[in-house]
């Protein structure tokens, strides 16, 4: 549908844009680059290893040309974010529409559509990228017709990346193939695939012990324990005050990164897509992904340990798309009907060892102690976990075929430890059914099938073991009314309500999960009103919203949340080398933690400032008492604006500001990020042959500050534990030579 016609929160992120965001300039999504366009997709660092940029709160659901990407949880799949493939990619707010669905919580979806095949003439680029902090990447893209019918394209891009922050590196190797058939006979065929390898450093731990002196004065909390006295919780865990040391100044390019920490993997993806155009009114479509990875991780400082054996994923969808009108000849009553049925799909193995039991960043000190002394192992705390199967998450066991030094928790519940593997099917429905052109009515139906087994993996002691057998029916169901009394004007209200699932770290399920975890309810009501005036020139989009979600608080129960807000977003392009955009984002989220029996977890439930005040312990691992708590992280208000101009000489510039309001970093509401304001810059410019792209990133060099966890994400929980300093002013160009 034309975004003017949907009856959703929309947007179409295109080649063009995703070059002037600066977007695919990094080895990871960058959170601030989408928020220049879109203020309610703020987002969090999400370790590093996010694969879809956030939607009011919560990462957006990730598909490829319209099939779901599972192996993941809140848009983490544990590697590196690969824009190699990607051409272009829609923006959905919301729950999943009836078409795709959604397995995990869904807050909005991401859709990637991938690189297509030149049946026009052969064509290419070559780009080479480099900036400051040892920044190296290069791409050679081409295609063209094999002969009329058949076309191909194929992209390879390499990195060799250092950074900013000490200890980081991503080199990163990514081969893309696209063939296309199109026949005389309305028959169309893509097989494409993608091959990656990873060798990465993936950011789970930023600067620790965050506190207003930090913050304001860029004075960090030094002082620190013998590795063998840390300890996590209240229990023999030693008040700050017994060993805090002085302020001191800190660089913000320390991250609490041991070097000998760290990732590696391999990923793989193959798709079919076939179009079946029966005449003018009828058409078949037939999607297929195939999706495996395997990677292995460790982080020292808390120990976060995973390791997945060679997951993988198989999706598929056959739909019918039909359009029904009536009458044929013109007359004062005419009806539509797009209807688009069919049913799709899914199977996924999962075995994956993941340790997640020793949240202790606040341990160390970051500025008085060596990177290589900040290892959980050396703790008398971790050892004392190790073959315990009455400690924390049935204690710690070594993950058969892994190195030394690699353990698991085999009840991690959603943590992530599983041996599972599910079936799922779902029949569909989704119409939109106009009258005389005014008024539309969007109907959706959809019922995903779950069939599952899940147990402990191999190497959990019997004690311990622990098995799901469980098949489960989860409806959707959608209906949006809407009014077009003008084509310029669209006034629409939706109403979304679907099941969901609770999913391990990678979408797995768990042997601890119940019929409760498969039946997160997500629901949405959204109005909104759309304009297309001034000769097509300004586009105007106003939505106002309310959406619960489930959060995933990993290790616990999923509890519920509410988003309430609206959105203006303003694109103006009073030419076509001009484009001028204003958008603003009231989100005010809350957390309900009532019916559970305690509130939200933090890993430190107060600032280390405070700590040292009332002779409290480091990661003291608490919940908070059971209530309503608006949710931390997160600025209950966004600006954004961006202009682009590109002039017929080939000279231009993109200028894009994002300002966010203050944002909380813990459920006591006392520290707090203040407000503060981001520009990102580009110039270029193109010649027939050759483009030149300059971006200066900060441009006005702000000392700006980024919470680790954003909204509901998981990781929200590391917020005193945890902040992310941001980078300052530096620069990163691209030439790039077409052919």
């Not at 799909?345 to 997640?356: E, M, R």
């Not at 009314?481 to 969901?500: H, K, L, Q, V």
Request: proline fraction near 7%; glycine fraction near 8%.
């Amino acid at each position: 549908m034309d975004i003017l016609d949907s009856p959703r929160t929309v947007f179409t992120i295109d080649k063009t844009l995703i070059q002037a965001l600066g977007m695919g300039l990094q080895p990871f999504l960058d959170p601030l680059s989408v928020v220049f366009y879109i203020p309610s997709a703020y987002s969090s660092v999400n370790y590093g290893l996010g694969i879809a940029p956030f939607s009011r709160g919560y990462p957006s659901t990730p598909y490829i040309n319209g099939i779901e990407m599972n192996i993941q949880n809140g848009a983490f799949q544990g590697i590196p974010m690969n824009w190699n493939m990607i051409e272009s990619f829609d923006f959905i707010e919301g729950p999943a529409q009836a078409i795709f669905g959604a397995t995990q919580t869904s807050s909005g979806v991401t859709n990637y559509l991938t690189k297509q095949p030149y049946f026009d003439s052969f064509r290419g680029s070559a780009q080479w990228t480099t900036g400051m902090y040892e920044k190296y990447m290069w791409l050679i893209d081409l295609g063209g017709p094999i002969s009329p019918n058949i076309a191909y394209r194929i992209s390879y891009q390499g990195m060799e990346n250092g950074n900013y922050y000490q200890y980081v590196h991503n080199d990163q190797q990514n081969l893309y193939f696209n063939v296309g058939f199109h026949s005389p006979e309305n028959y169309q065929v893509e097989f494409l695939g993608d091959f990656g390898t990873y060798d990465y450093t993936p950011l789970f731990m930023w600067m620790n012990r965050p506190t207003e002196n930090l913050i304001e004065n860029g004075l960090y909390s030094s002082g620190s324990l013998s590795p063998s006295l840390i300890n996590v919780g209240q229990i023999n865990n030693p008040p700050y005050s017994l060993y805090a040391g002085p302020l001191l100044p800190i660089s913000r390019r320390i991250l609490l990164q041991n070097p000998e920490g760290g990732a590696r993997a391999m990923l793989g993806m193959l798709q079919l897509i076939q179009k079946f155009s029966i005449n003018d009114r009828l058409k078949i479509l037939d999607n297929t992904l195939v999706w495996s990875n395997r990677e292995q991780l460790l982080q020292p400082p808390v120990y976060y340990c995973l390791s997945s054996r060679g997951d993988y994923e198989i999706g598929h969808r056959t739909e019918c798309v039909a359009n029904i009108e009536f009458p044929e000849a013109n007359s004062t009553f005419s009806f539509t009907d797009l209807m688009d049925s069919g049913i799709e799909w899914h199977i996924q193995k999962n075995l994956d060892y993941v340790a997640t039991s020793f949240f202790g960043a606040n341990s160390w000190d970051m500025v008085s102690s060596l990177p290589t002394s900040w290892n959980m192992i050396s703790s008398s705390f971790f050892q004392k976990n190790i073959m315990n199967p009455h400690a924390k998450f049935g204690g710690l066991w070594p993950i058969p075929g892994a190195p030394n030094g690699y353990f698991f928790n085999p009840l991690n519940g959603s943590g992530g430890s599983t041996n599972s593997f599910f079936f799922s099917i779902a029949p569909f429905i989704q119409q939109t059914i106009s009258l005389n052109q005014s008024w539309n009515l969007s109907l959706g139906l959809r019922d995903t099938n779950y069939f599952v087994q899940a147990q402990t993996p191999p190497g959990t002691p019997p004690m311990l073991f622990k098995e799901l057998k469980t098949t489960q029916s989860l409806p959707l169901f959608s209906i949006s009314p809407s009014s077009m009394p003008f084509e310029w004007m669209n006034i629409y209200f939706t109403y979304i309500f679907e099941y969901t699932t609770d999913a391990a770290v990678l979408g797995g399920y768990s042997p601890l999960f119940n019929s409760q975890s498969f039946h997160q309810g997500d629901k949405l009501y959204e109005a909104g009103i759309k304009l297309n005036i001034l000769n097509k020139r300004l586009f105007i989009d106003g939505t106002i919203f309310s959406q619960d979600l489930w959060i995933d608080n990993v290790g616990l129960t999923p509890t519920k949340t509410t988003v309430n807000g609206f959105e203006l977003d303003f694109s103006y392009k009073p030419h076509p080398s001009l484009l001028c955009r204003l958008g603003y984002a009231y989100q005010y989220g809350m957390e309900d933690w009532t019916n559970v029996g305690h509130g939200p977890l933090e890993t430190q439930t107060y600032s280390t400032s405070e700590a040292l005040l009332f002779s409290l312990p480091l990661n003291n691992n608490a919940f908070f008492p059971a209530g309503v708590y608006p949710f931390i992280g997160w600025p209950t208000n966004v600006i954004d604006g961006m202009i682009n101009y590109a002039s017929s000489s080939g000279l231009g510039f993109t200028v894009g500001l994002s300002w966010f309001s203050r944002q909380f970093l813990g459920y006591n509401y006392a520290d707090s990020i203040p407000p503060e304001f981001i520009i990102r810059t580009r110039l270029f410019y193109s010649l027939p042959h050759w483009q030149f792209s300059l971006y200066l990133f900060n441009t006005t060099d702000n000392k700006y500050w980024l919470p680790f966890g954003a909204g509901i994400q998981a990781a929200r929980i590391f917020d005193y534990a945890n902040i992310v300093p941001g980078m300052p002013f530096w620069i990163q160009g691209t030439l790039s030579y077409l052919f």
